[in-house]
């Protein structure tokens, strides 16, 4: 079959399945394939002047087995194993959530406000993109991850040496381990109802791990339990951002105020949704 034929089959098969985006997946798909089997990195130009060539069987093989594991739903990053993220590769695997592109308006928040030199705490760090892509971009910082859970501290390690940043891992229930004082504390924390979680794209539901996205009965239970412990943590004027969910700028920002922050800002994503409440320690 030639490589044309078989992104066009792909295509169709996804569609029957009802897999969102079902023709940019035939093509992600076909490419790792291509790389995975062949060794041999491909781009849309390659593709032009290739589409007309015989796969070779194995490739074909290989290709038919990843696009019949993302009809059943498996979330096309646990596939090839990775996801940008602000402009980095990231190897991502069932125990953390994918980063989303909206999770880059925090990054971008931060680092408006990010000095060199300073502590950078990363609370529910997963697969810690949002921490390293800080560290990219600010010199001299040091920075911390926190995350309950050890197999996403794994990851988190892992796409730190790939991505050549130092940082600091720790397994922790929150503040439960963490020593010392901080400049910053940014965090996307699970947030959605539980009751809702129900009711997400089985790539969500059934694929990401729980831990990360069940944020209890009203979402708001661990933006409650960062903000009660926080204080002890942070040194006086430090920047506190967190993500949210579209519904909870008001919530979250009452929270903040409760807490003695001040300079309280609800920052929008691309489409015009809340997705960012930032302030600062009073």
């Excluded at 990219?136 to 991505?163: M, P, W, Y």
């Excluded at 929150?174 to 129900?198: A, C, H, R, W």
Aim: net charge negative; proline share 3%; aromatic share 8%.
């Amino acid at each position: 079959m030639k490589y044309e034929e078989a992104r066009k089959w792909a295509e169709d098969i996804l569609m029957q399945a009802e897999v969102p985006d079902a023709g940019l997946d035939a093509w992600y798909l076909l490419e790792y394939a291509i790389a995975s089997v062949e060794k041999r990195q491909t781009g849309r130009g390659w593709y032009l002047m290739n589409r007309d060539t015989a796969m070779e069987e194995k490739t074909f093989r290989y290709y038919t087995e990843l696009v019949r594991k993302r009809c059943t739903r498996i979330p096309l990053q646990h596939l090839t194993g990775e996801q940008e993220f602000f402009g980095y590769t990231f190897s991502v695997n069932e125990q953390v959530l994918i980063p989303r592109q909206d999770t880059e308006i925090l990054v971008e928040e931060a680092l408006k406000r990010a000095k060199e030199g300073m502590a950078l705490l990363d609370m529910c760090t997963g697969s810690g993109c949002i921490l390293i892509s800080i560290l990219k971009n600010v010199q001299k910082v040091r920075g911390t991850g926190v995350d309950l859970s050890a197999a996403a501290l794994e990851v988190a390690r892992e796409n730190a040496q790939k991505l050549q940043t130092e940082a600091e891992f720790i397994q922790s229930d929150l503040f439960e381990q963490v020593e010392g004082k901080y400049d910053m504390l940014v965090s996307n924390p699970p947030y959605i109802q539980t009751q809702v979680i129900e009711e997400l794209m089985p790539e969500v539901r059934e694929h990401e791990p729980r831990l990360a996205l069940d944020g209890m009965a009203d979402g708001l239970y661990y933006y409650r339990s960062i903000l009660s412990q926080c204080r002890e943590y942070l040194n006086p004027g430090a920047d506190l951002l967190f993500e949210i969910g579209a519904d909870q700028g008001e919530a979250v920002s009452g929270l903040l105020l409760k807490a003695g922050f001040t300079g309280i800002q609800v920052v929008k994503d691309l489409a015009g949704l809340d997705r960012v409440v930032l302030g600062k320690l009073g």
